[in-house]
């Protein structure tokens, strides 16, 4: 099993910044992936940003590219999510989730990832 646990949510005004972490324990996570989702009322959960805990390639949702920036903290099994120049349509619920095995083609996909966070609400105010 692997608990994790985001923070950093909160409310911030149209161009600040956010950085959200996600602690993940219960399990080494060497051969996990680590994912971003968010949520905004009445919409479907959706992919922000994807980094293989191992290290390598990170994969971001096209409406953030440029703007957020997923990572592994040096704090042990921390992944981070550095969002700046915030808009309003980036408010939601952001969720970390971990997965054992992804590919390019389903790591967008919520049904791909094996555990989730309870979610930290992100506000962007115009």
């Known amino acids: 099993q692997v608990q994790l646990l985001e923070s950093g949510g909160g409310l911030v005004q149209a161009g600040g910044s956010l950085r959200l972490s996600c602690a993940a324990s219960?399990?080494?996570?060497?051969?996990?992936?680590m994912g971003w989702f968010r949520q905004a009322p009445g919409k479907e959960r959706e992919f922000v940003a994807v980094?293989?805990?191992?290290?390598?390639?990170?994969y971001y949702a096209d409406s953030v590219k440029g703007r957020f920036t997923i990572s592994r903290g040096s704090a042990k099994n921390t992944v981070y999510l550095q969002m700046n120049s915030l808009k309003p349509e980036d408010t939601a619920v952001y969720y970390c989730?971990?997965?054992?095995?992804?590919?390019?083609?389903?790591?967008?996909?919520?049904?791909?990832?094996?555990?989730w966070g309870q979610g930290t609400q992100v506000t962007v105010s115009s």
């Open positions: 989730a971990a997965s054992v095995s992804l590919s390019i083609r389903t790591m967008r996909r919520v049904d791909q990832y094996d555990y």
């Open positions: 219960g399990r080494t996570l060497n051969n996990y992936y």
């Open positions: 980094i293989p805990w191992s290290g390598g390639n990170t």
